[in-house]
Structures are given as structure tokens and as C-alpha cells.
């Protein structure tokens, strides 16, 4: 899995550790828990490293909205330049 990462994703980018705990209550207080909580911390990345939030999914826009997250949906076959 490493590997894959390694070779598919030069450049990344991680969340400041010092955001993260007021990051996640904010998102909890919100009533977002479970499984979107991975999403709250790719969130938080992008939002601190200034990035534009890239998605399939539709459905999460409005939450990225509320969030004040900058993001765009792309599609299936839709290729990403960086």
C-alpha cells in the first residue's frame, strides 16, 4: 500500500498537528461522526495548506460549504492536472 501511495501521490500534504483537536471538536459539535471523520481531517488539510478540496462525491459539497472549504467535484473521467 505504501508503495502505491509512494508512487500515485508525490507531493503531499498533512494537517498541522496543532489544528487538529479543535478541528475534529468543531466537526463533532456539528454532529459529524463515524466514518466522516477521516473526511473532517482531509478537510482540515486542505483548509490549513490552502488547497482546493477535490471530490466525487456531490453529496459532501454542502458539508465542505458549511465549512468554509474550498472544493470541487470532478468526474469519473475527468483528468487532474497539478
Given at each position: 500500500m505504501l508503495r502505491r501511495v509512494n508512487?500515485?501521490?508525490s507531493a503531499r500534504e498533512f494537517p498541522p498537528t496543532?489544528?487538529?483537536a479543535t478541528f475534529l471538536t468543531t466537526r463533532a459539535n456539528a454532529?459529524?461522526?463515524g466514518?466522516?471523520?477521516y473526511d473532517a481531517l482531509v478537510e482540515l488539510t486542505a483548509?490549513?495548506?490552502g488547497l482546493?478540496?477535490?471530490t466525487r462525491d456531490?453529496?459532501?459539497?454542502?458539508?465542505y460549504n458549511s465549512m468554509r472549504i474550498s472544493s470541487e467535484v470532478i468526474h469519473q473521467n475527468?483528468?487532474?492536472s497539478t
Open positions: 508512487a500515485n501521490f496543532s489544528g487538529v454532529g459529524i461522526a466514518g466522516t471523520v483548509s490549513e495548506n482546493v478540496l477535490l456531490t453529496q459532501a459539497i454542502s458539508e475527468q483528468s487532474i
